[in-house]
């Protein structure tokens, strides 16, 4: 695969960690393999844990000139000096994260396996949409984000589009020529060695 069609590499933290021991891990990941994008995605709902997430993964990953997003706390990015937010609930909140954060600042959007949503989420300014889950998975409805959808949307629309959700090596390389990027969380963080793991899952790119 050339260089230039080569997916991106995308990483979602996960849902609860210490800051300065998954900081380390987290470099290490930076380290190994080139990454576009980190999302914070904390389960919690307190704002100081939160806020010292968010300031370990913004060094880890600026040190890097690596952009973080994230996920749903939009009045956060700016305290933290954060590259922007990633929005769950479709195209809802798109307008008022644009109007809110500026230009300049990164606006996803979660759009599960909805075609329209992304479409709406994209019209309303969104910088990416994300569809998933690509893989089998038990949670939520069980139902997936199919090769055709980002084969329609890779011809269709211009919005970057990511996917994510229990990847293999063997989505990826199915998923490669029709997704901008893949977004990687639980398939590596789960493994002892996280830059192994990811390594071994973005192989067939190559």
């Known amino acids: 695969m050339a260089a230039d069609d080569?997916?991106?590499?995308?990483?979602?933290?996960?849902?609860?960690?210490?800051?300065?021991?998954f900081a380390d891990r987290l470099s290490a990941v930076l380290d190994a393999v080139e990454v576009a994008c980190i999302r914070l995605a904390l389960a919690s709902k307190d704002e100081a844990q939160i806020g010292r997430a968010a300031d370990a993964v913004r060094q880890a990953a600026h040190e890097r000139d690596i952009a973080v997003v994230i996920e749903t706390h939009l009045k956060l990015v700016e305290r933290h000096g954060l590259d922007g937010i990633h929005l769950p609930d479709g195209a809802r909140s798109v307008r008022t994260a644009r109007k809110e954060l500026g230009a300049d600042a990164i606006v996803g959007a979660y759009c599960g396996t909805t075609r329209h949503e992304g479409m709406n989420a994209g019209e309303a300014g969104a910088d990416y949409v994300s569809f998933g889950p690509v893989g089998e998975s038990v949670l939520g409805s069980g139902e997936r984000a199919d090769r055709d959808?980002?084969?329609?949307?890779?011809?269709?629309?211009?919005?970057?589009?990511?996917?994510?959700?229990?990847?293999?090596?063997?989505?990826?390389?199915e998923f490669a020529p029709v997704t901008d990027f893949f977004a990687f969380g639980e398939e590596i963080w789960r493994e002892e060695d996280a830059a192994k793991a990811l390594r071994a899952l973005i192989a067939p790119l190559g």
């Open 149 to 173: 959808l980002f084969a329609w949307w890779s011809e269709m629309i211009e919005v970057p589009v990511v996917a994510e959700g229990a990847l293999t090596a063997a989505l990826v390389e």
């Open 6 to 21: 080569r997916p991106q590499i995308y990483l979602i933290t996960p849902p609860d960690f210490e800051p300065e021991p």
